[in-house]
Each structure stands twice: as structure tokens, then as C-alpha cells.
């Protein structure tokens, strides 16, 4: 069955940066974008941006434009997210994404199957 | 950005009730929306999209109606592994955006 495994928890300092993994099985690992969401403690999903795993391709939220970066490896599947100058706000959990959207028809990130997340707390 | 409004945040109800809950969008994205669930301490799961596919596996008693700006969730008959959050989320353009939730609780 499909399944994405992200890496396990982390505690990072202010300022810091933080890098979270995500091998995805079951599937052709080249035909469906990945994307990357944050969730705040009571919070809603945030989106963050994707990655095409196919040709590198990204496209980042304009909010963390500057301090993500997206990157993908065929062997493994696995796409990673690193986060830089990380601040306490930062503190959330961290997912991955399979997108099944059709784009041809105009959809965009529609995900039909998440990593378990990542905890990503950022403390001094 | 396109922003989603849920109504309401939070509800009560007693298993076997008709639930709705809505979700506003700040501009017309045609039936580019999506309904997910969310349970304490686990990833959303997809339930509906576009905006009354019923996500593979999803129960019969979910539905979703809408286009424009103005969709709904509906549970015809609220059972007791339904409670939970539920959030829409559009999928017209980058940047995504979720709307705030609507936390299902029992009565």
C-alpha cells in the first residue's frame, strides 16, 4: 500500500536549522508531486510548498520563500525539507504529502496519503 | 491568497444527528475544494473533493455539495468514530490554504 515514513522528532535552537525526510512506498515515485505542510499546536494545516520528485522542480509558499528548500532523491524515494533560521514559532509538526491532483484540469494538492509528521520544536 | 472561513468552529451533537458544516471562500475557485478529518495525534485523512467525490474507502453518510464560494460537509448520520475536526482546504492555486476547522464533539 501507499506509505510515506518521515524521519523522527526534532529539538533545535533558535536560529538553527532543521532537515526532515519523507520515503514514500507502493507507488511510482515519479509520478505524483510531494508537498510539505506545518501544523502549529491548534492549529490548521499550513502549506509550505512542493517538489516534483520527477525533475526537482519547486514551488514554495511566499511566506518561506528564503528559509525552505526541497529536495528529492530517486534512490531512495525519499524527498527531504530543510528549514533554516528557525525561531520558536517555528514549533509545529511537520508533513508530507502525496498529491493526486488533477492538474490538467486545473487542481492543485489534493493528498490522498500523509507521513505521520515530524515534531519539529525549536527552544533555547 | 484565497481565504477559507468554516462555520461553525466547533459543534456538539449526538450520535445519529444530521451534521452540516460550511466553508466560505474569499473568491470563486469553481468546485475546487476538499474536506478532510482529523483525529487528536494523526495526519489529516481526505474524505471529499471537487467538491462530492467521495474519497475511496469513505463512508456513504459523508457528503459534499457546492461551487463558487459556498460548499458543505454533511454527515447524515453523526457515528461515534466521526468525531473529530474537519477542515476544507481549496484546490485551485498556490498557495493552498485550509480553512480554521470545525471540532465535532459528543453531546
Known amino acids: 500500500q501507499v506509505q510515506m515514513v518521515q524521519s523522527g522528532a526534532a529539538v533545535k535552537k533558535p536560529g538553527a536549522s532543521v532537515k526532515v525526510s519523507c520515503t514514500a512506498s507502493g507507488y511510482t515515485f515519479t509520478s505524483y508531486y510531494i508537498h510539505w505542510l506545518r501544523q502549529a499546536p491548534g492549529q490548521g494545516p499550513e502549506w509550505m510548498g512542493m517538489i516534483d520528485p520527477r525533475g526537482g522542480g519547486t514551488t514554495y509558499s511566499q511566506k518561506f520563500q528564503g528559509r525552505v528548500t526541497m529536495t528529492g532523491d530517486t534512490s531512495p524515494s525519499t524527498v527531504y525539507m530543510e528549514f533554516s533560521s528557525l525561531r520558536s514559532d517555528d514549533t509545529a509538526v511537520y508533513y508530507c504529502?502525496?498529491?493526486?491532483?488533477?492538474?490538467?484540469?486545473?487542481?492543485?494538492?489534493?493528498?490522498?496519503?500523509w507521513g505521520q509528521g515530524t515534531l519539529v520544536t525549536v527552544s533555547s | 491568497d484565497i481565504q477559507l472561513t468554516q462555520s461553525p468552529s466547533f459543534l456538539s451533537a449526538f450520535v445519529g444527528d444530521r451534521v452540516t458544516i460550511t466553508c466560505r471562500a474569499s473568491q470563486g475557485i469553481n468546485s475546487h475544494l476538499a474536506w478532510y478529518q482529523q483525529k487528536p495525534g494523526k495526519a489529516p485523512k481526505l474524505l471529499i473533493y471537487a467538491p462530492s467525490t467521495l474519497q475511496s474507502g469513505v463512508p456513504s453518510r459523508f457528503s459534499g455539495s457546492g461551487s463558487g464560494t459556498e460548499f458543505t460537509l454533511t454527515i447524515s448520520s453523526l457515528q461515534p468514530e466521526d468525531f473529530a475536526t474537519y477542515y476544507c482546504q481549496h484546490l485551485n492555486s498556490y498557495p493552498l490554504t485550509f480553512g480554521g476547522g470545525t471540532k465535532v464533539e459528543i453531546k
Open positions: 504529502a502525496r498529491d493526486v491532483a488533477d492538474n490538467e484540469n486545473g487542481y492543485y494538492g489534493l493528498f490522498d496519503c
